[in-house]
Nanobody
């Protein structure tokens, strides 16, 4: 268990920005492809973005491409999700997760990831 911890959520108005962080206190994240997911009330968990171990390769879900940016700082053992131009549809609980495949595939399927954190709430409303 990586014991991932997400932070940085909050309440913002439409058009606003937030940066989420994901870290692990007991393990080194640079060994893992990482991803961000979100879950809105009553909906399935949606894959948003994933990043390779080096940070050189990223993939995004269609609903956030061009607005969200995933990055990582392996020296700080942290993965980030910069979210710009947030809209009410972006409201939900945001989770980070580590891949189970052992190699980068660009997958954003929740089933390909594990060691989920507890999540951080993002609320976008006017």
């Amino acid at each position: 268990q990586l014991q991932l911890v997400e932070s940085g959520g909050g309440s913002v108005q439409p058009g606003g920005s937030l940066r989420l962080s994901c870290t692990a206190s007991r393990f080194t994240l640079e060994h893992f492809t990482m991803a961000w997911f979100r879950q809105a009330p009553g909906k399935e968990r949606e894959g948003l973005a994933c990043i390779s171990r080096s940070g050189e390769v990223t993939d995004y879900g269609g609903s956030v491409a061009g607005r969200f940016t995933i990055s990582r700082d392996n020296a700080k053992n942290t993965v980030y999700l910069q979210m710009n131009n947030l809209q009410p549809v972006d409201t939900g609980v945001y989770y980070c997760a580590a891949d189970l495949l052992g190699h980068y595939s660009g997958s954003l399927r929740a089933a390909d990831f594990g060691d989920w954190g507890q999540g951080t709430q993002v609320t976008v409303s006017s």
